[in-house]
C-alpha cells in the first residue's frame, strides 16, 4: 500500500512567478491537509480539503490556493511568490484524527 | 488559541543514555497529543499518539510518551537511544475532530557515539 506522495520533489522559482504542488492521499484516506515548514520550524497549517471542499483554513493569504479533485488528490497553489515562500511543503492525508505525512516538496525562491 | 512549546531547540545523548524530551501545550480542553520524527530532508513519521484512556502510551521504535493532564505535558521518552535516533522530534496536538496539527517547533536529538 502506497502511502503519501507527492510531487515534485524539488523546485525552483523566480519571484512573482506561480506553482503548483500535487499530493497523492494514502489509499482509504479522504481528507487532505497542507502545511509549510520553514527552515528550523515545526510545520504551521495552511489549508484542509475533504469532500472537494477546503474545510479549515490557517493563517495564509489568499496566494496560496488548494484544490481537491474526485480522487482525493490534491493540488496546491501559490501565485507572485516571495523569498519568503520557500519552505518544505508538506502534505498529509487522514481518515479520522490520524494523519500521515508525505516526504514533502522542497520550494526555493529566488 | 492552542499552543505548543517543546522548551528544549537541540539536545545531545550518549548512545545508549536514557533520552526524555519535553512537550507542553496550551488549550482548555484536552486535545488529541501526537509526537512526530523527522530525518533531515524528510517528511513526517507519526511515532505514538494519545486520544484517550491509559496515560502511557508506546509508540514504534521503542518510544513512550506519557500526558499529565495538571502538567499540560506530554513527554516522549525512550529508556535506550540509539544513533539512528538522531533527527528532529515534533509535538504537536489537534482539537478533537478538526484534523488541523499545531506544532511545536521541534527538538533536534544528536546522539554522541
Known amino acids: 500500500d502506497a502511502g503519501v506522495t507527492q510531487s515534485p520533489t524539488h523546485l525552483i522559482k523566480t519571484r512573482g512567478q506561480q506553482v503548483t504542488l500535487r499530493c497523492s492521499p494514502k489509499s482509504g484516506h479522504d481528507t487532505v491537509s497542507w502545511y509549510q515548514q520553514a527552515l528550523g520550524q515545526g510545520p504551521q497549517f495552511i489549508f484542509q480539503y475533504y469532500e472537494e471542499e477546503e474545510r479549515q483554513r490557517g493563517n495564509f493569504p489568499d496566494r496560496f490556493s488548494g484544490h481537491q479533485f474526485p480522487n482525493y488528490s490534491s493540488e496546491l497553489n501559490v501565485n507572485a511568490l516571495l523569498l519568503g515562500d520557500s519552505a518544505l511543503y508538506l502534505c498529509a492525508s487522514s481518515f479520522l484524527d490520524e494523519q500521515y505525512f508525505g516526504p514533502g516538496t522542497r520550494l526555493t525562491v529566488t | 488559541a492552542q499552543s505548543v512549546t517543546q522548551p528544549d531547540i537541540h539536545i545531545t545523548v550518549s548512545e545508549g543514555a536514557s533520552l526524555e524530551l519535553r512537550c507542553n501545550y496550551s488549550?482548555?480542553?484536552?486535545?488529541?497529543l501526537f509526537w512526530y520524527v523527522q530525518s533531515p530532508g524528510q517528511g513526517l513519521q507519526l511515532l505514538l499518539k494519545?486520544?484517550?484512556?491509559?496515560?502511557l502510551v508506546q509508540g514504534i521504535k521503542g518510544f513512550e510518551a506519557e500526558f499529565k493532564r495538571s502538567q499540560s505535558s506530554f513527554n516522549l521518552r525512550k529508556p535506550s537511544v540509539h544513533w539512528s535516533d538522531a533527527a528532529e522530534y515534533f509535538c504537536?496536538?489537534?482539537?478533537?475532530?478538526?484534523?488541523?496539527?499545531?506544532f511545536g517547533q521541534g527538538t533536534r536529538l544528536t546522539i554522541n557515539p
Open positions: 488549550y482548555g480542553a484536552t486535545p488529541y
Open positions: 504537536a496536538v489537534c482539537i478533537q475532530g478538526a484534523q488541523k496539527l499545531v
Open positions: 494519545y486520544f484517550s484512556g491509559d496515560t
